[in-house]
């Protein structure tokens, strides 16, 4: 662990520690929206110790408060979090070798730390970035939800801070090296069309994982070659 | 509102679920070797789905317009970032756009 503050620079660590106070903040709301809603204090706590991925909390509460099922609760923050699948095989090799630091590892994998992830040069800075980040999120997201579960409604509408714009804004940063690169970027963009497209019809998550057939345009960029060997895998 | 114990099981449930999800690539990928062109697609899968969470929570509230605010400071702070400023000023700008929209009565 000790090599993994060593190769984190002050810019990176400035830049995790940046996200860390905008997600503790969502989290204050999280904590308060949740037993303004009714919901004993411990329930947004357990949630966000057991689950950890803000979406889906977000969305569990959101139907259990207003009188939906809670298995169709379940189900509705499990589709959410699918795309966790596809996370875990792009960033598997970052979380290091044996059993405790693949099941920690796993544990902190959300969003921002697969994005902090990708945005690094070498394995080296992509492993120190992920375990950064996910251990600072991991802090901060969870003593957000504890005062603002105790604290009540001060932070309940994070839209005037303009938080909600902080979050997409946070991966975009991210991504964009990754986008500079013409197949990638025409892959994101097919992506993005079909998930805008999709998004009003179906149940959240579902576009975003529909997305992923944008990586098919990506495929065709260097010519019928690439195409007919990755066919006959 | 549901039981306590109704609530404790849908959690152990979701974060369960979660947990599978979260594991299922790392576990795999110490199993096989994956050739650095399988490698690489996994990457862009990853980068596309990104892509794709930011042009949803950017755009839309659940299913429907999340207003002008919000794109207006995604559109900001990614001009921003794009313009390689440091990555604070991409979400500090990102953020105020929004936040300074609102103010002035954009919904």
């Known amino acids: 662990m000790r090599s993994i503050w060593r190769t984190l620079d002050r810019d990176l660590a400035r830049d995790i520690g940046l996200v860390c106070v905008a997600d503790g903040v969502v989290g204050v709301s999280f904590g308060a929206i949740a037993v303004s809603s009714g919901f004993p204090l411990w329930l947004p706590m357990l949630l966000s110790l057991v689950v950890f991925a803000g979406a889906a909390q977000f969305m569990f509460i959101g139907i259990v408060a207003s009188g939906g099922n809670p298995v169709a609760a379940v189900l509705a923050g499990l589709l959410v979090n699918t795309r966790h699948v596809p996370f875990g095989f792009a960033v598997g090799d970052v979380l290091g070798g044996g059993w405790a630091r693949r099941i920690a590892g796993s544990h902190l994998m959300i969003d921002e730390t697969v994005a902090f992830a990708l945005a690094q040069r070498d394995t080296e800075r992509r492993r120190a970035a992920y375990w950064a980040c996910g251990v600072g999120l991991f802090l901060s997201w969870n003593v957000g939800v504890v005062l603002g579960a105790f604290g009540g409604t001060a932070v309940s509408d994070t839209a005037v801070l303009g938080l909600d714009a902080a979050f997409p804004a946070v991966l975009l940063a991210l991504l964009l090296p990754s986008l500079r690169e013409p197949a990638t970027r025409r892959a994101a963009l097919v992506g993005v069309a079909i998930a805008l497209v999709t998004a009003p019809f179906l149940p959240a998550g579902l576009p975003v994982l529909l997305a992923l057939a944008g990586v098919l345009a990506g495929l065709g960029s260097g010519g019928r070659t690439k195409r007919t060997e990755v066919a006959g895998r | ?107």
């Open chain 2, 1 to 107: 509102m549901s039981t306590p114990l109704v609530l404790v099981l849908c959690t152990v449930v979701l974060a369960a679920g979660t947990f599978a999800f979260r594991i299922a690539g790392p576990l795999l990928r110490s199993r096989i070797e994956l050739s650095p062109r399988l490698e690489r697609l996994m990457a862009v899968a990853a980068v596309v789905l990104l892509a794709a969470l930011v042009a949803t929570t950017a755009l839309l509230e659940g299913h429907e317009f999340a207003g002008f605010a919000r794109p207006a400071g995604v559109a900001a702070g990614g001009v921003l970032a794009w313009k390689k400023a440091p990555f604070v000023v991409v979400v500090l700008v990102a953020a105020g756009t929004a936040a300074g929209l609102r103010l002035l009565g954009v919904p």
